[in-house]
């Protein structure tokens, strides 16, 4: 029962990465976006947390994505007077994404993700070597 428990709670943490890889996808997705009008706000960053949750029938805890929350820091702003996005001064708002920390983040998450599929290979492993023993 406990390799199923390991096996178990490494998906959860399979799935918790899968999500956070697609929340900072889109936040990649929009580094270069403008706001739909002048003086609109454009994209804003989003960040992903996580939640522990006890799973009942295996009697674990295991991870969740939890609540994906806008970044509060302000907008990155360029001086481009013509820009169709530009305020009455010449500003235009760019996201407050910063590609190289998405970037970084990615790499991160995508280890994390490696690192729970390692987990349940060896599970897998324990246990087709475990069933070999019990067969001789």
Request: aromatic share 6%; glycine share 6%.
């Amino acid at each position: 029962m406990d390799f199923l428990k390991s096996i178990a709670i490494a998906a959860s943490g399979l799935r918790a990465q899968a999500g956070r890889m697609r929340v900072i996808s889109e936040n990649i997705a929009n580094a270069d976006s403008t706001a739909p009008r002048p003086g609109a706000d454009p994209y804003r960053r989003k960040i992903p947390t996580f939640r522990t949750e006890v799973d009942r029938a295996l009697g674990a805890q295991v991870v969740m994505l939890g609540r994906v929350k806008p970044d509060q820091t302000d907008f990155r702003q360029k001086y481009e007077p013509g820009h169709p996005s530009a305020d009455a001064n010449g500003n235009v708002k760019y996201p407050n994404v910063n590609s190289l920390v998405e970037m970084t983040d990615l790499k991160e998450a995508q280890r994390s993700y490696e690192a729970n599929i390692n987990v349940i290979s060896a599970s897998r492993r324990m246990i087709q070597r475990t069933i070999e023993i019990l067969k001789s």
